[in-house]
């Protein structure tokens, strides 16, 4: 059974730091598009960061750009989400997801549980 699962997640002070991990039984994370995704109490969900599964390519929301970056590390079947800078704006449940066939994060197939992220004094 493909499953998507998210770990890293916490408290954290502003300005500081967090990396979160999604992993996957039953398939290799290298071969597709991996998103993270955001849902902050009373909020819709959005799109936080990309990564491509042709060329690599990366995607960041605006309200994150120059603070997170997202990478591979395919020996581990796992991508990472690495947040710095941490407001608390940030605070969010963080879900990792999978696009099965296509480069860009419309239309996710695999989601994870999500993993809670606070960032609070």
């Known amino acids: 059974q493909l499953q998507v699962v998210e770990s890293g997640g916490g408290l954290v002070q502003p300005g500081g730091s967090l990396r979160l991990s999604c992993g996957a039984s039953?398939?290799?994370?290298?071969?597709?598009?991996i998103g993270w995704f955001r849902q902050a109490p009373g909020k819709g969900r959005e799109g936080v960061s990309c990564?491509?599964?042709?060329?690599?390519?990366?995607y960041y929301a605006d309200s994150v750009k120059g603070r997170f970056t997202i990478s591979r590390d395919n020996a581990k079947n796992t991508v990472y989400l690495q947040m710095n800078s941490l407001k608390p704006e940030d605070t969010a449940v963080y879900y990792c997801?999978?696009?099965?066939?296509?480069?860009?994060?419309?239309?996710?197939?695999?989601w994870g549980r999500g993993t809670l992220v606070t960032v609070s004094s």
């Open positions: 990564i491509s599964s042709t060329d690599g390519s990366t």
């Open positions: 039953a398939f290799t994370l290298d071969y597709y598009t």
């Open positions: 997801a999978v696009r099965m066939g296509g480069e860009n994060c419309n239309n996710m197939d695999y």
